[in-house]
């Protein structure tokens, strides 16, 4: 077991294929035989040259996005809000001593400064990050969490439970993200302006708004599973034990639903990451911290002086979203080499 | 038949009593002091705590939420009256309500709008299905070869960006930076007044939203040709000698619209319902940027009516997508 665990991706590539030692029944062969469904899933992901790109990124953007205060640190770099009269010409650009569109780049401001603000780009972006990053975990946690459990409801336990989740899940079908994310941002700013705690409200209502508009598809998915699941032996065994009811469902079926969890969970997060850069685009996201989104619309106006800042923000959400989006497909041809295109 | 049509009629009425319902809970318990704005704009912001009681009690407020929305759902379908500070709009069916930023009853700016909207969402839904399932049709038919996995993959990618950054890029670049003649200047112009205006204020956004939206037909398309070229009835329209053309476009395609006829109608009621990116972003007056505007100067009602129309939209959509399919396909019925 364990000299197949360090042999990594090689070993478990090869074993898909036909064994390829020459004894079939030597000790190695053996061990390998005992891989899980999931592990000879990672094999295979990490066989995919694009998938392991897109991972690294991936990866790239979560260590900014948790060390982001280290790296502000590290550059010198702060979001504060600084006097724009001293840094800035009079149309609002950055003057040439302090970097682009006119200048070359400072080590002050590794990526410049903002027009019309004059606040550091870097720290703005990173911080972008962390919230982007963030928000979007936070949510997909959330949706994966009310997924999963209207889903398992409504599969196992079937009748008017059923009936009741499933016309639960059509009807948010049937409600517009966006239309419904713009009907609750001007409520919850009307409701909490003058609250102390208006940041963290913000952010709450975000992720909520974001999981409360993102669960349905796992929830079908999961039910669809359940209902075919719950008619098998493995099942029946576990109830004619006396296995009491959660135990079956959190012992018996959630391994067997591990898949289409992970795969849905891989293509949430960055729908929600787009989802939260897009709101703040138009102004109805998070506005009390920074947001790539934000950092977007102020650029536009800039744009044929200071196109540099925004590729800023716009290279951030689309590396991030297509790496993100990329690598859900390669997860879910991993665990399921037959959805292959 | 019938039973299916009335079991479908019913469940629409049904969420479209919770939608509203719920919409008007929203912005009934939402707000702390729902009156406030109103009371600024009417008091050029000397608003105190006695004038605002006033207009909290003259909004209706005070009363209980139900015989509200009882008057509320009354002026959507007949009209009613509305008073505040001494001064009685007539406001005709459908009433949403009355701004609180300029006074006047929501549908009469509302009405104004929807053309844009509606222009937007014909234009891009046509495009959707005249880019997608020809190119869908054309992958199917090369499967396999490098124009097929081109376009697949490119698609793939395409549909991986978030669709504002697409549309944004478009107008930075087609409008801001080159100028381009004709399309360039984004904007709504009334048909009526100026059909080339109408046209070129209107070409960039749909050419986006078609380009955008028609990977998804494309691979439906291209899916369904896929399964529909391998059935035994196209190799024996084949062996009758049938054109190709024939075989592929009658033989083929018909079987494989239908899943597509679906998407189209949920998609087309969306784009109905709001564009607000596209809008936004070409800068087109239609209902999603009012709202979007509505928003930031918190002038509720107009928010509410927005999302109360596309709720009802999108509701519609999905009724007669699940009535026309039911007749494409008797064997949702059944089910």
């Known amino acids: 077991m364990s000299s197949a665990q360090t042999a990594g991706p090689e070993t478990l590539g090869r074993m898909s294929d036909e064994p390829q030692g020459k004894d079939p029944s030597t000790k190695k062969a053996k061990s390998i035989t005992g891989k899980s469904p999931m592990r000879i899933a990672m094999g295979r992901l990490m066989r995919d040259k694009i998938a392991v790109v897109c991972l690294a990124t991936v990866v790239f953007f979560v260590l900014i996005a948790i060390f982001s205060g280290v790296l502000q640190r590290l550059f010198g770099v702060d979001t504060d809000t600084v006097l724009p009269s001293q840094f800035l010409d009079l149309d609002g650009i950055p003057r040439p001593e302090y970097g682009p569109p006119y200048g070359a780049f400072t080590m002050e401001h590794p990526f410049g400064i903002a027009p019309r603000t004059a606040t550091d780009n870097l720290a703005y972006w990173l911080e972008g990050a962390r919230n982007s990053l963030q928000i979007a975990t936070l949510a997909t946690v959330v949706a994966t969490i009310v997924g999963i459990t209207l889903g398992l409801l409504a599969g196992f336990l079937g009748g008017v439970v059923d009936k009741v989740i499933s016309f639960i899940t059509d009807f948010f079908l049937t409600l517009p993200f966006l239309l419904a994310a713009l009907t609750i941002a001007p409520i919850v700013s009307e409701r909490f302006r003058d609250n102390p705690n208006y940041v963290t409200i913000q952010v709450t209502q975000l992720v909520l708004v974001l999981a409360f508009f993102g669960w349905m598809g796992l929830a079908r998915l999961i039910r669809g599973e359940v209902l075919s699941l719950r008619e098998r032996e493995f099942i029946q065994a576990a109830r004619v034990l006396g296995m009491p009811t959660h135990r079956v469902l959190l012992r018996e079926l959630m391994p067997n639903l591990a898949a289409p969890i992970v795969v849905s969970t891989s293509l949430m997060l960055p729908a929600f990451v787009s989802a939260e850069a897009g709101l703040a685009f138009l102004g109805i996201g998070i506005t009390s911290r920074p947001s790539w989104g934000q950092t977007l619309t102020q650029a536009t106006s800039f744009f044929n002086d200071y196109s540099l800042y925004l590729w800023q923000p716009l290279l951030g959400i689309v590396a991030l979203v297509l790496a993100l989006n990329l690598l859900g497909d390669a997860v879910r041809d991993a665990l399921d080499p037959k959805t292959r295109r | ?335």
Not at chain 2, 272 to 284: K, P, V, W, Y
């Open chain 2, 1 to 335: 038949m019938f039973a299916y049509v009335v079991k479908r009629l019913l469940a629409g009425v049904l969420v479209l009593f919770l939608v509203s319902m719920s919409i008007f809970l929203l912005f009934w318990y939402g707000p702390n002091e729902p009156a406030r704005v109103m009371c600024d704009t009417k008091t050029s912001n000397r608003c105190n705590a006695e004038r605002l009681d006033r207009f909290t009690e003259e909004l209706g407020y005070n009363n209980a939420w139900y015989a509200e929305y009882g008057d509320y759902v009354k002026g959507v379908f007949v009209g009613r009256d509305i008073t505040v500070a001494a001064q009685t709009t007539r406001c005709d069916a459908p009433c949403f309500g009355l701004s609180y930023k300029n006074g006047k009853p929501v549908w009469e700016d509302m009405k104004d709008r929807l053309p844009a909207t509606f222009s937007v969402a014909i234009g891009g839904a046509t495009l959707y299905l005249l880019l997608g399932v020809p190119l869908g049709v054309a992958a199917a038919r090369r499967r396999g070869t490098v124009q097929d996995k081109a376009l697949v993959s490119s698609f793939l990618f395409l549909s991986s960006v978030p669709y504002y950054l697409f549309a944004l890029l478009t107008w930075l670049f087609f409008s801001l930076k080159w100028e381009v003649p004709l399309i360039g200047d984004t904007g709504y112009v009334p048909l009526t007044e100026s059909p080339t205006a109408w046209f070129g204020g209107l070409a960039l956004a749909w050419i986006c939203l078609g380009i955008f939206g028609c990977t998804q037909y494309t691979r439906y398309a291209r899916g369904a040709m896929v399964e529909a070229l391998s059935e035994d009835y196209i190799r024996t329209a084949k062996a009758k000698g049938l054109p190709t053309r024939t075989v592929v476009y009658r033989h083929g395609l018909r079987a494989a619209l239908v899943p597509i006829v679906t998407i189209f109608g949920i998609d087309f009621g969306t784009l109905l319902a709001g564009t607000i990116f596209t809008e936004r972003i070409f800068d087109i007056e239609g209902i999603g940027l009012w709202s979007l505007r509505a928003v930031m100067q918190r002038d509720l009602p107009i928010v509410s009516a927005t999302a109360l129309f596309s709720a009802v939209v999108l509701i519609m959509a999905n009724l007669i997508v699940d009535l026309v399919y039911s007749i494409l396909d008797p064997r949702v019925r059944l089910s």
